[in-house]
């Protein structure tokens, strides 16, 4: 079964990080909650949320790692020193990462867009390409780069579609979990 950890800071946008973990978990993902500094975590939209654990070494362990966005959320976790060498650890072993709306910019704090596809809110493309020049940017509702092992997204709308494509990067079929959630009805009605 694969493992997954979502890695919530505060000022995160709370409906991005638990969309992935609904979702993963009704798939039978074993999903764990990492509070980045703590156990509780205050979200951009006065949802406390409280995590199973904080980050740490065990982050090396998972299959994917996840983060939703946020401004604030996002700016936490790209000055985390901590987190920031654990993705790089991640990346240079050939684990998947994920990142969405704002927090992609995380991801080129840490070196990890250099010379990758990704997508994120609009706007923070242009902060992205200050720091990572060589990132290319996509308008797609999700990008995966398998290269560099990385899922991005754009923002809440999008949460859905995030934890979709996160389940199929690691293996799964999402067409029962698609209908169930009757998210292949949404993609039907809007064709």
Sequence with gaps: MASVAVVFAPGCEEIEGLTVVDVLRRMGVAVTMVGLEGQLVHGAHDIELTCDEVVGDQLLD???????????????????????????????????????????????????????????????????????????????ITVVDRAGKIVTSRGPATAMAYAFQIAEVLGMDTKAIKHELLYDYLMAQNK
């Excluded at 704090?109 to 290319?136: E, Q, W």
């Design 62 to 140: 998972y299959d994917l790692v996840a983060f939703p966005g946020g401004r604030g959320g996002a700016e936490k976790l790209a000055a985390n020193k901590k987190l920031a060498e654990l993705m790089r650890q991640r990346s240079a072993a050939g684990k998947w990462n994920a990142a969405m709306c704002a927090a992609p910019t995380a991801l080129a704090a840490y070196g990890l867009l250099d010379n990758r596809d990704y997508t994120c809110f609009p706007g923070f493309d242009k902060a992205i390409a200050k720091v990572a020049p060589t990132a290319h940017f996509k308008e797609d």
